[in-house]
């Protein structure tokens, strides 16, 4: 643990606030807290002092929009997404994920023109998305990513928008899953040595900005027309694309 200045400080608030928000089904909003966290802890480090914040945003997203959820998603992405875990697991102890965020980038830009072409072209490809090798595919990317960078929300968001969920069931549905695949990545974080008592203190402090960030994502959510939502959505999972690959 690198010791923390007032306004590394006042990064991690805003770092953990931004969790709240993706929490509330912004999910490109995680190109905030991702990239705060890394700079004060270091990439690696920092997936280990993230994932006890983003449980504390999943349990505060199920309980408030929980019964919204879409169960049929939950359990066709989650048994790929452990098999991804493992895999980005077996990655972490070996190799710097540095060397597969520009590839991660590149698939989730493209997976975002594709959704794009089919937001304004609504018989594009309709069936696909729909199909199990998709949900095999981006659930396990989705497992992969998330547990090099804790970057899987913009790939799940994009797979609950390709089978055309409404905003509050996709942002339970999401919850949900990131609940029982956060919880299900604790003894693997643990066996890298990412999570320790010191981590844990930090978040401690950091948890009310968490709850904070996600009552205010979920006010501004359901306030927008589901047309915008999506735009909204999609427009900000691009951006964490392009920052994956560019950096």
Known sequence: MPELTTFSWVLLVLGATGVGISKSGLAGVSLVHVIIFAHVFGAKASTGVLLPLLIVGDCCAVWL????????????????????????????????????????GTIILLL???????????????????????????????GITTML???????????????????LKL????????????????????????????????DLLLAPCVIFGLVFGLMVVRRLPQKLFDTF???????????????
């Open 233 to 247: 959505l999609l427009g900000f999972t691009a951006v964490v694309a392009v920052r994956m690959i560019l950096t």
């Open 65 to 104: 929009v929980g019964k919204e959820v879409d169960w049929r998603y939950v359990l066709r992405l989650l048994p790929p997404a452990f098999v991804g875990v493992i895999i980005g697991w077996a990655l972490l102890g070996r190799l710097d994920e540095a060397t597969f965020k520009p590839l991660i």
């Open 149 to 167: 960078a804790n970057a899987a929300g913009p790939v799940i968001a994009l797979y609950l928008l390709a089978v055309s969920l409404p905003k």
């Open 171 to 202: 942002v339970a549905t999401g919850a949900w899953f990131f609940f029982v695949l956060n919880l299900g990545k604790i003894p693997f974080s643990v066996n890298l040595g990412f999570i320790s008592s010191k981590t844990l203190f930090v």
């Open 112 to 142: 975002c023109i594709g959704q794009l072409i089919r937001m304004y072209r609504p018989t594009f490809f309709t069936t696909v998305p729909h199909t199990q090798p998709f949900a095999w595919s981006m659930g396990i990317l989705g």
